[in-house]
Antibody, heavy 116, light 108 residues
Framework: EGQLVDSGGGLVQPGGSLRLSCAAS????????MNWVRQAPGKGLEWVSY????????NYADSVQGRFSISRDNAKNSLYLQMNSLRAEDTAVYYC?????????WGQGSLVTVSS | EVVTTQSPVTLSVSPGERATLSCRAS??????LAWYQQKPGQAPRLLIH???TRATGIPARFSGSGSGTEFTLTISSLQSEDIAVYYC??????????FGQGTKVEIK
C-alpha cells in the first residue's frame, strides 16, 4: 500500500522561503501525477500545485503563481514544493497527494507558519 | 473554474440514524466526483470516487450517488467514529482541483 511522508515545515518570516518534501513508498512513484493541497487553520482544503509524472507539466493556483515551484525527483521517489516570498496567508498545513484523477493517497501534512 | 457547493454546513445526527450530505457542481462533471473524510488533526482520507465507488477499506455504510451537477453522500447508520468533516471534490475539469467548503457531521 502506498505511503506519503511530508516534511520540511516550520516557522518562517514574511518574505522568507521554505522547501517542503514528500517521500513516497509502496508504489511506482514515477508513474503517478502528484499534487500539493493546503489547509489554513480552521479552513477547508485548497489545491496548490500539480506536476505530471515526468515533471514536464506543472500547474499552480493563482494564489501562489510566481512564488511557489513544484518539482520531483523520480530516482529518489520524492516530491518538492519550493515556497518563496511567503506571506501570512500562506500559513497552513501542506499535504502532498497522489493523483488518480481523485486524490487517493495523502501525506500526513507539514505545518508552515509565516509570522514575524 | 468549477465551483462545488456543499450543504448543510453542519449536520447533527443521532447514532444509528442516516446522514445525507449534498454537493452541487456549477458545471457538469459527469461522475468525476470524490468524497473525503477528515477527522481532527488528521489528513483527509478518500471515501468515494467516481461518484459512487467506495475506496479500499471503506465500510459499506458509506455510499455515494449522483451525476452531472448533483451528488449525495449517505452514511446509512451513523457511528461515533464517523464524526468528521466531509469534503466533495470534482476532478472532471482541472486545474484547478476544486473542493467544497465541507460539511461537519456531529452527534446529536
Amino acid at each position: 500500500e502506498g505511503q506519503l511522508v511530508d516534511s520540511g515545515g516550520g516557522l518562517v518570516q514574511p518574505g522568507g522561503s521554505l522547501r517542503l518534501s514528500c517521500a513516497a513508498s509502496g508504489f511506482t512513484f514515477r508513474s503517478y501525477e502528484m499534487n500539493w493541497v493546503r489547509q489554513a487553520p480552521g479552513k477547508g482544503l485548497e489545491w496548490v500545485s500539480y506536476i505530471s509524472s515526468s515533471g514536464s507539466t506543472k500547474n499552480y493556483a493563482d494564489s501562489v503563481q510566481g512564488r511557489f515551484s513544484i518539482s520531483r525527483d523520480n530516482a529518489k521517489n520524492s516530491l518538492y514544493l519550493q515556497m518563496n516570498s511567503l506571506r501570512a496567508e500562506d500559513t497552513a498545513v501542506y499535504y502532498c497527494a497522489r493523483v488518480n484523477g481523485y486524490l487517493d493517497y495523502w501525506g500526513q501534512g507539514s505545518l508552515v507558519t509565516v509570522s514575524s | 473554474e468549477v465551483v462545488t457547493t456543499q450543504s448543510p454546513v453542519t449536520l447533527s445526527v443521532s447514532p444509528g440514524e442516516r446522514a445525507t450530505l449534498s454537493c452541487r457542481a456549477s458545471q457538469n462533471v459527469r461522475t468525476n466526483l470524490a468524497w473525503y473524510q477528515q477527522k481532527p488533526g488528521q489528513a483527509p482520507r478518500l471515501l468515494i470516487h467516481g461518484a459512487s465507488t467506495r475506496a479500499t477499506g471503506i465500510p459499506a455504510r458509506f455510499s455515494g450517488s449522483g451525476s452531472g451537477t448533483e451528488f449525495t453522500l449517505t452514511i446509512s447508520s451513523l457511528q461515533s467514529e464517523d464524526i468528521a468533516v466531509y469534503y466533495c471534490q470534482q476532478y472532471n475539469n482541472w486545474p484547478p482541483w476544486t473542493f467544497g467548503q465541507g460539511t461537519k457531521v456531529e452527534i446529536k
